[in-house]
């Protein structure tokens, strides 16, 4: 099923908090094998922004929780962030996701977001997340 999933995270760069951001992505009503497209897009209390389309693999561990991976490359535009060395950054995280009933559920997150090296300067970004998505029929 198709869902979407608003995000509050806590920004960490270098080790430290340094902001927050909000984050809307919407996974499509079709799976390749194991894994279901979707988009993502966020921006950070420093106007710092990215748009990417990716996919996330859904594990069930037991009863209602499911561990998930996503990967999402995409867009990064710094504004007043911080500078990650280039404008195209790879995300991927793990999520650990607890099913309220057959249209909500409520996750806690971390990712990561870099160039994989493309750039000279790589720092990375690290996000604390949490979430709450919703399916939709």
């Known amino acids: 099923h198709p869902y979407e999933k608003?995000?509050?995270s806590m920004v960490e760069f270098q080790d430290k908090i340094i902001g927050r951001e909000l984050q809307y992505s919407y996974y499509q009503n079709r799976k390749y094998g194991p894994v279901q497209p979707g988009y993502s897009v966020s921006i950070t209390d420093?106007?710092?922004s990215w748009f990417g389309y990716g996919f996330i693999r859904?594990?069930?561990l037991f009863d209602n929780f499911?561990?998930?991976f996503d990967f999402f490359p995409g867009i990064?535009?710094?504004n007043n962030e911080v500078d990650l060395?280039?404008?195209l950054m790879f995300r991927s995280?793990?999520?650990l996701e607890y099913q309220l009933g057959s249209l909500w559920n409520i996750s806690i997150a971390y990712d990561h977001r870099s160039s994989g090296d493309i750039w000279k300067y790589n720092?990375?970004?690290e996000t604390i997340k949490l979430s709450l998505s919703k399916s939709i029929f």
Do not use: D, M
Request: charged share 15%; no cysteine.
């Open 46 to 48: 420093e106007g710092g």
């Open 58 to 60: 859904k594990v069930n």
């Open 66 to 68: 499911n561990l998930n």
């Open 123 to 125: 720092p990375g970004l």
């Open 76 to 78: 990064y535009v710094k």
């Open 6 to 8: 608003i995000t509050f």
């Open 85 to 87: 060395g280039g404008w």
């Open 93 to 95: 995280g793990i999520e």
